[in-house]
């Protein structure tokens, strides 16, 4: 776990605020995809962030997004099957970030 301690202070987050914090790690992801040390910890923290999110998620809409998301972001560094643009991606991420 990269994040410690920090389920309690995520859950009073904005929705907004954590979609952005996991856009920074897509972000490092992407960037990093060919220096596999620093890649993977990005990989890592921002699961860790989706799953966070999807913990504290009640909204059954907003729940549906982000496991849509997740599963996105995993396929795009698994072969890709769906054709995902990274910049498409991270401009997903990036209307959250303008928003907190």
């Not at 776990?1 to 954590?18: D, F």
């Not at 549906?64 to 560094?77: G, K, L, P, Q, S």
Request: hydrophobic letters at 30%; aromatic letters at 12%.
């Amino acid at each position: 776990m990269q994040h410690k301690n920090i389920e309690e202070s995520w859950k009073k987050q904005t929705l907004a605020y954590q979609m952005a914090n996991i856009g920074s790690e897509v972000s490092r992801s992407i960037k990093n995809q060919n220096k596999p040390s620093r890649f993977q910890g990005a990989f890592d923290r921002a699961l860790e962030l989706f799953d966070l999110t999807i913990g504290c998620t009640e909204n059954a809409a907003e729940l549906r997004e982000i496991c849509r998301a997740r599963e996105e972001f995993c396929d795009y560094f698994n072969g890709n099957s769906y054709n995902t643009n990274p910049v498409k991606m991270q401009n997903y991420y990036d209307q959250f970030a303008t928003i907190i």
